[in-house]
């Protein structure tokens, strides 16, 4: 068993930054990939940010140089801090984690960013 509780979101204002938050509790040596996904009104949730089991960190195109995300590994969190957001960026962010072959999702964090 593993859990995922997000944490941070809230309402910004253009231009702004947040720092997301994620709690990995259960059995973290069994997660493998970690990253954010978020979903915005009326769209698919889509991929944005993952940190591979070995270290590597990919970004979905335009967001690379905004967003940056990192792990904590002592304190068993994983974070998403997030730059000059755009009322674009308005969505349910989510946490993920790879186990077992299967992508485990979070409950998701509010993120509104007002123009």
């Known amino acids: 068993q593993v859990q995922l509780v997000e944490s941070g979101g809230g309402l910004v204002q253009f231009g702004e930054s947040l720092t997301l938050s994620c709690a990995l509790a259960g059995d973290i040596f069994s997660m493998r990939d970690l990253g954010w996904g978020r979903q915005a009104p009326g769209k698919e949730r889509e991929w944005i940010a993952s940190?591979?089991?070995?270290?590597?960190?990919n970004y979905v195109d335009g967001l690379k140089g905004r967003f940056t995300i990192f792990r904590d590994v002592a304190k068993n969190m994983l974070h998403l801090q997030m730059n000059l957001l755009e009322p674009e960026d308005t969505a349910v962010y989510y946490c993920y984690c790879d186990r077992d072959g299967t992508r485990l999702w979070g409950q998701g964090t509010q993120v509104t960013v007002s123009s």
């Open positions: 940190i591979l089991v070995g270290g590597t960190i």
